[in-house]
């Protein structure tokens, strides 16, 4: 079975994204890029996480095609293919729907610094991507314009949200981070007030961040910045 590392990932994470109540339904979707092969596994289209097996896992190429898996692949396959595409060093990517990313998407707002934990994604706002139809490539293509621009995370209008990384576990870790910041800013929204960190603040948390807490061999942490 090829990439079957990657599967079992897409599998485990899949179910924490549900546990962790990152992603209503079925919505939202994992991928993990082999760039030996050129190759990526993605979650199916439509089963349930705690439903869904290795075997049911899809393995495409970046132009779509299906190398391996008899199930549907997830509909925006097109839209992490723009990761890596885009940039040589992503290798997973998770997109969900999460509550308050969706709401700031919803309102038409960036994620703004309004809180250092933001540097995790190794930028001091995570742009605001234009609306264009789920699963379509002018969605990708936007997704990709946007992410030349610096930053490991997307929020797309009227849609959700995207993080990706060096490894499956940073890139979850950093969609949790961007759930929580997302929930702070939409509190700061509501209250009417709200204190943006500057972008040299962001320079020096950003430059902290590279050297805090345990960190891996490959750069990444075990779990989302806490710092
Ligand atoms: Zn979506």
Redesign the pocket.
Known sequence: MIMEEARNKIVEYGRKMSSDGLTPGT??NISIFDPQTGYMAISPSGIAYDKTKKEDVVILDLHGNVIDGDKKPSS?HGLHAAFYRTDPEARAVV?T?SMYCTILSCMGEPLRAVHYAIAEAQCSEIPLVEYHT?GTPELADAAARALRKKGRGLILQN??MCAYGPSIESAYGLALTMEWCAQVQWHCMAAGKMNILTDEQMQVAMEHYKTYGQVRADGTRPQGYNG
Request: hydrophobic content about 25%.
């Open positions: 919505a939202g925006e997109h729907h789920f849609h959700g």
